[in-house]
Nanobody, 125 residues
Framework: QVQLVESGGGLVQAGGSLRLSCAAS????????MGWFRQAPGKEREFVAS????????TCTDSVKGRFTISRDNARNTVYLQMNSLKPEDTAVYHC??????????????????WGQGTQVTVSS
């Protein structure tokens, strides 16, 4: 069992940056693969990025490549999403998620068993 709490969201102008954090409870955080997803009003939940247990393998969706970076600090039980060059279309509630099978990453929401409540990111034009 793991509990996830996101932070770091807010209002930012287009072109700006934010860093989201997701703090996890429990002593087995380092065994989980982690992911970030987002959901805009009226849209389906969308995969953003994922990272394996050790942090040496990451994936992200094409729309954020070169702008967003996922990373983790297992000593702090925290996963991060650094978001640069933000665009209005990045506006959404961002959720982090944890997956028991930590060796590989996945973009499928159904593969993650634990979810945080989310943090709002709003990018103004």
């Amino acid at each position: 069992q793991v509990q996830l709490v996101e932070s770091g969201g807010g209002l930012v102008q287009a072109g700006g940056s934010l860093r989201l954090s997701c703090a996890a409870s429990g002593r087995t955080f380092s065994s989980y693969a982690m992911g970030w997803f987002r959901q805009a009003p009226g849209k389906e939940r969308e995969f953003v990025a994922s990272i394996n247990w050790s942090g040496d393998f990451t994936t992200c969706t094409d729309s954020v490549k070169g702008r967003f970076t996922i990373s983790r600090d297992n000593a702090r039980n925290t996963v991060y999403l650094q978001m640069n060059s933000l665009k209005p279309e990045d506006t959404a509630v961002y959720h982090c998620a944890a997956r028991n099978f930590g060796i590989s990453t996945t973009s499928l929401a159904r593969d993650y068993g634990y979810w945080g409540q989310g943090t709002q990111v709003t990018v103004s034009s």
